[in-house]
């Protein structure tokens, strides 16, 4: 299954967000799933926060939901908003690769 996690930034976290990156980055790359795609947005109009996805190919979105909530960033609360939902490409030159 294809899940998504697509996260907001709060503009208030910025000095947590800075302190935690590499933190952040590591705990990505070392995950125990299977991380497709994964990245920040272009940087975000003033005063707005910055988004972020994560693609992943996980057995369950429970298996995901456990992976997010463990995020460095997640935990202390960087992310104003966090929403994972299951995602059904049906399109696209990357379509066979998944």
């Known amino acids: 299954m294809i899940v998504v996690r697509y996260a907001v930034s709060d503009p208030g976290k910025a000095a947590e967000r800075s302190r935690l990156l ?18 920040p947005s272009a940087p975000p109009a003033e005063g707005k926060g910055s988004t972020a996805v994560v693609i992943a190919d996980v057995e369950t979105l ?3 939901e456990t992976f997010s909530a463990a995020d460095p960033f997640v935990r202390a609360g960087v ?11 049906s399109f696209g030159l990357l379509l066979d690769s998944l």
């Open 79 to 89: 992310y104003r908003s966090v929403d994972v939902f299951e995602w059904r490409p």
């Open 62 to 64: 429970a298996e995901f």
């Open 22 to 39: 590499e933190q952040h980055k590591a705990y990505l790359y070392g995950a125990a799933i299977r991380i497709l795609l994964s990245g």
